[in-house]
């Protein structure tokens, strides 16, 4: 497996190489500076990660109705929930894309940590003496981290989604807590937990205050048609007197 991998592994080692004498950090602070980087590649594809969502979010009820009325045809219900997606131009699978993209980056990370252990081997972070061993207190952040952040995701899924996110970390966890997983590995998932808590929080608020925005425009010229409506009758009214008493 490491080496189908090769091709990312050591491009991986490299930045992180050049991270670590560049700047002359530990490798522990080396990782942290490369999930940053890595997240900060990926902000484009979270914040349509979000708004993919928001907008699956605001479909759910003719999709429900899609689902209802061919519940009995699976082939149909799938050909026409492709096409009710291709018309509201929404993807269902652009929530996991940033996800996708991170697991080659996960994988590389741990062969790395493991075939390159001469070079992390000693290294120490707060109370971890040694990145290349397993620490069970980086899984339980790790769980905790990625609990809080699919926690803040899954308001804007249905509800089986929801249960899924909330579910897959404490698997997830509970397998990291029976494997020698390095602990490099563990400080780069909690770091793009905590990056992404942080991020979905922004990401949130700006793309909320934007709807906002946009609703109050579409209610303010709702609101000025109402009110020329009623003008036009009455200004019609008028004129169709007018015309009737010439006609006499």
Not at 23 to 46: D, F, K
Request: include cysteine; hydrophobic fraction near 45%; glycine fraction near 6%.
């Amino acid at each position: 497996m490491a080496d189908k991998l090769g091709f990312i592994i050591d491009p991986l080692y490299n930045v992180l190489n050049w991270i670590h004498d560049s700047l002359g950090v530990s490798w522990a602070v080396a990782i942290i500076l490369l999930t940053i980087l890595v997240r900060i590649i990926l902000i484009p594809l979270t914040v349509k990660q979000y708004t993919s969502m928001r907008a699956m979010q605001k479909l759910q009820p003719q999709m429900k109705e899609l689902q209802a009325k061919y519940k009995d045809d699976k082939p149909k219900l799938n050909e026409e929930m492709m096409k009710f997606y291709k018309e509201n131009k929404v993807n269902p699978f652009g929530s996991c894309l940033p996800l996708l993209l991170q697991m080659p980056i996960f994988m590389a990370l741990y062969f790395m940590l493991t075939t390159h252990s001469s070079d992390f081997s000693g290294s120490s972070f707060l109370w971890i003496e040694d990145i290349t061993q397993p620490s069970q207190a980086l899984v339980l952040m790790y769980m905790a981290t990625q609990l809080a952040s699919s926690l803040l995701l899954s308001t804007a899924v249905d509800r089986s989604q929801r249960i899924l996110m909330i579910v897959m970390p404490l698997g997830i966890g509970v397998f990291f807590l029976f494997s020698d997983f390095p602990a490099g590995v563990l400080i780069y998932w909690v770091t793009t937990n905590l990056w992404t808590i942080g991020q979905q929080l922004v990401v949130k608020r700006i793309i909320q205050a934007k709807e906002d925005k946009e609703e109050v425009i579409v209610a303010s010229s709702t609101a000025a048609i109402a009110a020329t409506v009623p003008e036009a009758k009455k200004t019609g009214g008028k004129g169709g007197g007018k015309s009737k008493r010439k006609r006499r």
